[in-house]
């Protein structure tokens, strides 16, 4: 229901009063123990923000220290309502905590920012007016449009991360991006009508990425901005982080069958190296070389399994216990090895093909055949 024009209300967690009006806005700021930056936010927010354009502050916090008393502390001297929704089980990280948020706004626009300062609240009603002023329904502020900058972003490293993760993003999605210079930015103002929060499958920090690539937000609008230093605390982002940001593409690229059947491939093909690596280890044990590559390949199903499940399969896996995925997945696999020498008997000895084609169309075809089987009996109910 979250794409319903008015505001929704008694909605979870909603002060007295704060009903919000059309041509509002929800400010929602995900939270990880910020108390030392959210009382200056809600000062800079109240400087800033309520002359210009009505506001309500959602902040949706996962703090394990005191950050939601010192938010309720600050709230008292806001001119506008503000509430905390404590995620007592967070799930999808900062995004998830985002989400949790779009669904609980009560505006008209939405804007995301970070609790720790990184983005001036100056700039919120600049980017509504920017939305509808071109009909957008999304804005994006950018440090890479001229006038803006990563003047914040601490360390030549980081940098050098920060672009490459946005080179690497753009070339995947050139089209859902087009017009999107700072994919990574987590400062952006989202029209309600503009988020189809069922469609998301939110993982970890890049939630504007999520939002443009699997929630089709419409036309797209930027404005630049400075991203400042953080004020207080360190910055929550690891390599942990990174790890996930990168299964994050992965999922985003592989939604459709045909990209899932592509990557499929290429990680089948990197199962080539543990399955060697094996056979060599087995043989120089002084294992003959037949039950050595039976034992092999399994190295190689094991590994292809455990890239599927994480980069290709990461929202499917519910339906059935892990065991009962890698044992399907096993069979399948060593099912594809038995057929292929039958299948290539046939194709020659039957339909007077050549070896060599035959090899070729056996193995596309087991291969066709062990995709969809993955598809339809491991990871489908
Ligand atoms: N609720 C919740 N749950 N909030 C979180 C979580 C979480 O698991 N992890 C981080 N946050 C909050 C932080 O408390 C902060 O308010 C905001 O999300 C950003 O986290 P930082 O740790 O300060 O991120 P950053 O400064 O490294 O990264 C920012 O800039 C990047 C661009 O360089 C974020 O805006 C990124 O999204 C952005 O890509
Ligand atoms: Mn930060």
């Known amino acids: ?64 220290d005191d950050t939601p008393d010192v938010i309720r502390q600050a709230a008292q001297d806001c001119p506008f309502p503000v509430t905390v929704l404590h995620r007592a089980e967070p799930v999808g990280g900062l995004g998830g905590a985002v989400v949790e948020g779009l669904r609980a706004a009560g505006s008209e626009w939405i804007v995301v920012m970070d609790g720790d300062c990184q983005h001036p609240p100056a700039l919120v009603p600049e980017l509504v007016a920017t939305g509808e002023r071109s009909n957008a329904g999304l804005v994006v502020a950018s440090r890479y449009l001229k006038g803006g900058s990563r003047a914040g972003l601490a360390g030549s490293y980081r940098v050098a991360v920060s672009r490459t993760a946005t080179w690497l993003t753009k070339s995947l999605f050139p089209g859902r991006l087009h017009g999107i210079s700072d994919p990574m930015s987590g400062f952006f103002a989202i029209r309600r009508s503009a988020v189809t929060a069922e469609r998301l499958k939110p993982l970890g920090y890049k939630i504007l990425l999520e939002l443009a690539v699997r929630g089709r937000p419409g036309r797209v609008a930027e404005v630049p901005f400075v991203f400042q230093e953080r004020f207080a605390g360190a910055s929550k982002s690891s390599a942990r982080e990174g790890f996930r940001f990168l299964r994050h593409l992965a999922g985003l690229r592989t939604s459709s069958p045909v990209a899932r059947m592509v990557a499929f491939g290429l990680i089948g093909a990197t199962g080539f190296l543990p399955n060697l690596a094996g056979l060599w280890a087995l043989t120089a044990l002084g294992l003959h070389y037949v039950p050595a590559e039976i034992l092999a390949n399994q190295l190689g199903v094991a590994w292809n399994f455990l890239l599927i499940e994480q980069l290709l399969f990461r929202d499917r896996r519910a339906h059935r216990r892990w065991w009962d995925r890698a044992g399907r997945f096993a069979l399948l696999a060593n099912a594809d090895l038995v057929l292929r020498i039958p299948l290539i008997a046939l194709l020659v000895g039957r339909f007077g093909m050549g070896a060599l084609p035959a090899t070729a169309l056996a193995l596309v075809t087991t291969f066709a055949l062990r995709f969809l089987g993955t598809e339809a009996l491991v990871y489908l109910p």
């Open 1 to 64: 229901a979250v794409s319903a024009p008015a505001p929704v209300p008694g909605r979870r967690g909603e002060p007295d009063g704060a009903v919000a009006e059309p041509g509002a806005v929800t400010i929602v700021v995900p939270t990880f123990n910020e108390s030392g930056n959210v009382r200056r936010l809600l000062r800079q927010i109240t400087d800033a923000v309520p002359a210009r354009l009505p506001c309500e502050v959602v902040f949706v916090d996962d703090s394990t």
